[in-house]
């Protein structure tokens, strides 16, 4: 159990335009989910924390009007990267965690992002 | 401004031993320590944690460790395994008035040799 998904896995775009990216948390109920960004052999980043139901809490730094961040169910989160330019082509990962366990979180594959 | 220096970048043990990683956080405001492990090719996982009012905390063969005062935190592994082979990353998270962030180590690769 606890499985989270993401599509796509792989997207290359254009620079300036849009690019969504979903979270799925396909056998539970998350009622947070964490958005990162992961550089090629590079640390970890997170960019912000979404609640279900609520805006999306953004770390500094992180531009909320070109990452928007929506978690409108229990089992769905999207990232949307809005005018896509080549310094965003990044791997987005997301995870989630179940309603009462704090301590866990559960990972998806991530989605490689190539902005050209 | 804000940073977490963590040590060693890699760290080779044999099995069996026991494999410790330091991180030091510049920021007294810090209260949430997070430690996460990321084999080779496939996702992180967010292997412990451990809050400021808490100053150890163990879950099986690794624990965490903070000392507020010195502003650092360690993660020991005990009884490595060839499988505890990945990097590892700390985090260290604040909240001001600007908001929350939180400041990743950079990394520790950790080989455990049969």
């Known amino acids: 159990g606890a499985v989270v998904s993401q599509h796509p896995s792989r997207v290359i775009c254009k620079s300036g335009t849009s690019v969504k990216i979903e979270c799925r948390s396909l056998?539970?109920?998350?009622?947070?989910m964490f958005w990162y960004r992961q550089f090629p052999k590079q640390s970890l980043m997170l960019m912000a924390t979404?609640?279900?139901?609520?805006?999306?809490?953004?770390e500094q730094g992180v531009e909320k009007d070109k990452f928007l961040i929506n978690h409108a169910s229990l089992t769905l989160s999207t990232l949307t990267v809005t005018s896509a330019h080549p310094e965003d082509s990044s791997f987005y990962i997301c995870?989630?965690?179940?309603?009462?366990?704090?301590?866990?979180?559960?990972f998806g594959p991530g989605t490689r992002l190539t902005v050209l | 401004g804000e940073n977490v220096e963590q040590h060693p970048s890699t760290l080779s043990v044999q099995e069996g031993d026991s494999a410790v990683i330091k991180c030091t956080y510049s920021?007294?405001?810090?209260?949430?320590f997070p430690w996460y492990k990321q084999e080779l090719g496939k996702r992180p996982q967010l292997i412990i944690d451990?809050?400021?009012?808490?100053g150890e905390k163990k879950d099986q063969r690794i624990a965490v460790t903070l000392n507020k005062t010195a502003k650092h935190f360690s993660l020991h592994i005990t009884e490595t395994q060839p499988e505890d082979s990945a990097v590892y990353f700390c985090?260290?998270?604040?909240?001001?008035?600007?908001?929350?962030?939180?400041?990743f180590g950079a990394g520790t690769r950790l080989f455990v040799k049969a």
């Open positions: 979404s609640n279900e139901g609520s805006k999306a809490t953004y």
């Open positions: 920021d007294s405001a810090s209260n949430y």
């Open positions: 056998d539970f109920q998350a009622t947070t």
């Open positions: 451990i809050r400021s009012n808490v």
């Open positions: 985090a260290a998270r604040l909240q001001n008035t600007g908001g929350f962030k939180t400041i």
């Open positions: 995870s989630a965690r179940k309603a009462g366990d704090t301590d866990t979180q559960y």
